[in-house]
Each structure stands twice: as C-alpha cells, then as structure tokens.
C-alpha cells in the first residue's frame, strides 16, 4: 500500500476507502452493544420485564446471551465455511446485520412480565449480531496489510467505542424521559445508516468452488499447534470480557444503586477510556506484537476483577469502570490481530468462523456461571465477580504458551 501520489497511489484510494467503511461498521454496531446488550436493555429486561430482587432476572439474562452463544458457535464454523466456498460471505454479513436490526425494531412490543417474548427477541438478535461479526472480522485480512494488522484493528475498534459515545449520548434523554420504545427504534435506525458504507464498499466475493468438509476444517485448525493454543486462551479470557460486559451494568444498578442515566454516564466514561486505550495500544500491538499486549491487558483486567468485588460506593465503581475500558478495546484489538497473524490465505471467513466458536461458545460458560452463582446466592452479586475473574487468571496462564508467527509476505 502507498500513502504517495504517482503511478502507485491509484490502489490507495479504494484501500483508504474499504478501511474506513469497515470501522464504520464498528461505529454502527457499537450503539447495539452499547445500549442493548451493556446497559440499557439488559437493565430493563432483568429488572422490568422479569423481576431481580433474588437474582431472576441475572439468571434470564444469561440464559438470553448463552443460548444465543450457543448458536453462534454451532452455526459460525459451517456458515463460514460455506460462505467462502460460495462466495456468499458479504451477503450473509448484511443479511445478519439486518436481521438484528429488525429484532431491535420489534423491542417496543415487549411489556413487563413478557419473559418468554423477550427472551426470544433479545436472543434472537444477539445471535444475528455475533453472526455478522464473524464476517465483519473476515475481512480484516482482505482490507489491511500483514505489518499494519494491528494497527487497522486497533482503530475498528477505536472507532467503533466513538460509536458506543454516541449511541449512549442518543440513549441518555431518551431513558430520562421512560421512552425506551423510541430508544430500541433509534438504536436500530442508527445500525442501519451507519451500515451501508461497508454493504456498499466492502469488497465483493468471488467463489472457489470445493467440497465442504467440516472434518478437514476442524484438522486445519486444529492441527496447527499455535493456533489451537491461541484459541483455547482465547476462549477462556474473552469469556471474562463478555460476562463483563453483559453484567457490568446490572451489577452497577442492582449491587451499587446506580440508576439508569447514571449506568449510562458510567458507560459514556468507560466508552471513552475504551477508545483512549484502542489507540494507546494500537501501533504497540504491531511494534510489540498482539501476545505482549494481551498479556499486560490481562494483568489488568485481573486487577479490575478484584476492585469490582471490593468496591462498596459508586465513585470506587466508576474508578474502576474507567480502567477496564482501558483494557476493553486493546484484549479485543489484539486478539483479533494475532489470530489474523496466524491464519493461512483464502481460509479467513472458515478460520474466523473457528475464531467466533471459540470466543461465542466461551460466552455461554461465563453468563451462565454468573446468573447461576447470583441466583444460587440470593442475588449475591459479588460472589459471582469473583467466578468470573477467575477467567482472567487461566486464559493469562494459557497464553503464554503461544508462541507468535513472524509478519506474512
């Protein structure tokens, strides 16, 4: 790739182009994970909709974010692989992309005590949503090149923490004010614009026409020894990033008292740190290299862990909260890196689809172990920060038997 002007600058242009509609696309989707899946809907299903005085309602939620995970990490594999050999990986992206969409659109039919219907709906596009980023992350190889992997992660996901910004700053009124049915149909229209760059500049697939055959996959992967050794730390530390994620804001308002505008002034804080901390780290993770960035991220979160489980008042909370988010977008960013460092050309949509197994099927142990130890406990929250750190400290121990590949040609 060449940034100067001459005979060479003409592929720069598209490049530049795909880039920048591929960090949009983190930029849409961040609203959706920003305010339904990490505040405002979470908050408002366990504690409206189901009820969470003895922890019934964790337990919902982490039957609505595991069985959706579940799915995702059965499905992800096969349809990866299929939509590289098809050529159908870009109209799979937009077709779960939409499908999410419409699911948010439907969230104002949800009322009270509507469990069963809110359980369906809000897994339903979680699983659509967790689907499209195992395209989305495909295309990392394609649009940015082997020395500036890191780098282009980095800022997908710096961007898309901008995203998360905005989407709560949108959110805050709107939850003041109870509106929350014109809050779900803003959070859909704000995916769906901001999506249509990537639908439209993304590059097209071509097919390459070959039997599928699931056996193989599992070997390609599975038989090289540092990528199976990535996964399996992948699979357990990102499972304490996503329990995180999807308890962090019901743990603030259940344990700690925080209202929801004040949940969502938390997450505007932490959203920012996020971002500072993706582009403080993005151009290390290439000079340094993914695996001494997870490492020191990983340290890190251990640390939060702990602070969680013994902070007592909002303001140590909010403390805390912040220097997670400087962890939150780097462990991501880096991961990312290192698998695409690690997988062959022309398998990236089937790799990242083993890649989204992991990291999906790892999500169904963490929820689950969460809503399970709070419930078990009487709603004891802090009983389960403690389960869920315990993800930080295997996965640290797991990861630093990968040993790094050298930059591609």
Known sequence: MQASGGPGAAPFCPAVTRVLAWCLFDFANSAYSAVIVATVFGIYYTTTIVGNDRGLGDLWWGRVISLSMI??????????????????????????????????????????????????????????????????????????????LGTVSGLGFGIGYLGSIVGLL????????????????????????????????????????????????????????????????????????????????????????????????????VQASALAGSLLLARPTDRWGPKRVLTLTLFLWIGVSIGAYLAQTKGMFFGVAVIAGLGLGPIQAASRALMASLIPRGQEAEMFGFYAFCGKASAVLGPLVFGAVSFLMAGNQRAAVVAVGLFFVVGLVLLQRVRPAPPRA
């Open 170 to 269: 949108i959110a805050l009124p709107l939850a003041a004010a109870h509106r929350l049915d014109l809050l779900w149909l803003a959070v859909a229209a704000f995916f769906t614009v901001f999506s249509l760059p990537a639908f439209f500049v993304l590059p097209a697939d071509r097919p390459r026409p070959a039997a599928f055959d699931l056996w193989r996959l599992a070997r390609d992967v599975f038989g090289r020894p540092e990528l199976r050794r990535f996964l399996l730390a992948f699979f357990v530390y990102l499972d304490g990033v996503e329990t995180t994620i999807y308890f962090s804001g019901i743990f603030a308002a259940k344990t700690l008292g925080f209202t929801t505008p004040e949940v969502i002034k938390l997450f505007l804080a």
């Open 71 to 148: 799915a995702v990490a059965l499905t992800g594999p096969v349809l990866g692989a299929l939509a590289d050999r098809a050529g159908l990986r870009k109209r799979a992206f937009v077709a779960f992309t939409l499908l999410c969409i419409v699911c948010v659109a439907l969230f104002p039919t949800i009322r009270p005590g509507m469990i069963v219907w809110g359980f369906a709906l809000a897994a339903l596009a979680n699983f659509a949503f967790e689907s499209a980023q195992i395209y989305y992350n495909a295309y990392l190889p394609d649009i940015a090149p082997p020395e500036r």
